[in-house]
């Protein structure tokens, strides 16, 4: 068995992530082979995709075809819908704070992966082969690839998005923790008679977040975490009553709503890999990293795993997949992915618990943050790039200390 040619990087999954990475890839001069199905046009849920994601995005050429069918967020909003003791006020994130028009981007996953799939089609960089990988051979120099055919891609590295079970990632030896969640989220797309405003709203309650995300017109899409059994009871109910249930959980903000056909469940877990790159294999996206739908985290950490590895493997371009580069994006990974993944998991176990202190702890967190300015403004720039934050705060510190010159 030969192996087909020589490949720079092998990218195994045709997800949102897997088709970036690709595009990342060869735009930063590698070749590349993509392996994975045709894109699935039937995805009915969005994503909201934040500001440094969206430059990421631009830099690759498929942010100007799905602008026009994606929504601002202008403003973030957090309610406490749960029926406790202990309740926190309504925390509003106005993007306007941090001198930003809107913080992201809601994009239905059908046009972000059809402007993606165009793009990789076009790439003279891009070898896409229509299938699956039957079986992962690492190796001390290359990473094979054997297809069903029996055709082997032999590459320097291989990138791994293919999904929270990521064959990729366990022909690595990389082993993961694992923690199933007693919760399901039911997703939809449903329409309004009053305006959003560009608002999106997250509503939490005993079972999770109940988020609300604007779409273009007087149309938003929700992502309603649940109980399984609760999922199953809600994907049992006709569109009239559902989107009654869905109109009463929003306590009417919206008027009166319209449920869309086409509906959607997925069991939640928390998924995090020991290590994020070994033996030729880098993981991106939910082979990386899988947590709750929480704060809309979970492809804009893909996106800079993806900006992260192309920057590394790009100062390592006579082989991209040694182990020095691999362990430079270990490192260069670890923070922000554990910080995320840890951050939206204590939140989630806060909503689920009854204990009193985890209901005084999360209320007096939300009640600092809507009250204290500078702090909102703090948590705003890290929601949208790590270290950004901090970095606004060290540039106000430093002006406060320069000197001024002038007249007196």
Not at 71 to 85: C, E, G, K, Y
Not at 121 to 144: K, L, N
Request: charged share 20%; net charge neutral; aromatic share 6%.
């Amino acid at each position: 068995m030969e192996p087909a040619g020589t490949i720079d990087v092998v990218v195994a999954g045709t997800g949102p992530a897997g088709l970036t990475a690709a595009l990342a890839a060869a735009h930063a001069g590698f070749s590349v082979h993509l392996i994975g199905p045709a894109v699935n046009s039937g995805d009915r849920r969005t994503t909201a995709l934040m500001v440094p994601a969206l430059h990421y995005m631009e830099s690759l050429g498929v942010l100007g075809p799905v602008e026009a069918r994606a929504a601002p967020l202008r403003t973030m909003r957090i309610v406490d819908a749960t029926r406790r003791l202990i309740r926190s006020p309504v925390v509003t994130f106005h993007a306007s704070e941090i001198g930003e028009s809107f913080f992201g981007l809601n994009i239905p996953n059908r046009y972000l992966n059809d402007a993606l799939a165009k793009a990789v089609a076009e790439h003279p960089g891009i070898e896409w082969h229509e299938t699956f990988v039957e079986r992962w051979e690492p190796g001390s120099d290359r990473v094979r690839a054997i297809l069903p055919d029996g055709k082997c891609l032999s590459a320097a590295l291989a990138i791994a998005a293919d999904g929270r079970l990521s064959p990729a990632r366990e022909a690595a030896g990389i082993s993961t923790y694992t923690h199933p969640y007693p919760q399901a989220a039911l997703v939809l797309n449903f329409t309004h008679t009053r305006p959003h405003g560009f608002i999106s709203t997250e509503f939490h309650t005993e079972t999770g977040p109940f988020t609300q995300v604007p779409l273009p017109g007087d149309r938003s899409s929700l992502v309603w975490v649940v109980r399984p059994e609760t999922a199953d009871e809600l994907m049992a109910l006709d569109d009239e009553a559902l989107s009654r249930r869905a109109e009463e959980r929003m306590q009417s903000m919206l008027g009166r709503v319209t449920v869309e056909p086409g509906r959607q469940v997925y069991p939640l877990s928390a998924t995090l890999p020991r290590r994020f790159a070994r033996n030729r294999i880098a993981l991106v996206g939910e082979a990386a990293h899988v947590f709750p739908p929480i704060g809309a985290q979970g492809l804009n950490l893909g996106i800079r795993d993806i900006q992260q590895l192309i920057e590394i493997v790009a100062t390592h371009r006579s082989d991209p997949g040694a182990a020095p580069a691999l362990s430079a994006y270990d490192r260069a990974r670890r923070p922000d992915i554990l910080a995320r993944s840890g951050a939206v998991g204590l939140l989630n176990q806060s909503l689920l618990s009854n204990l009193l202190p985890a209901q005084i702890l999360r209320s007096a967190g939300l009640s600092i943050l809507g009250g204290f300015a500078p702090l909102r403004a703090l948590f705003m720039r890290e929601g949208l790039k790590p270290g950004s934050g901090l970095a606004a705060i060290g540039d106000t510190l430093r002006s406060g200390l320069r000197p001024h010159y002038g007249s007196h």
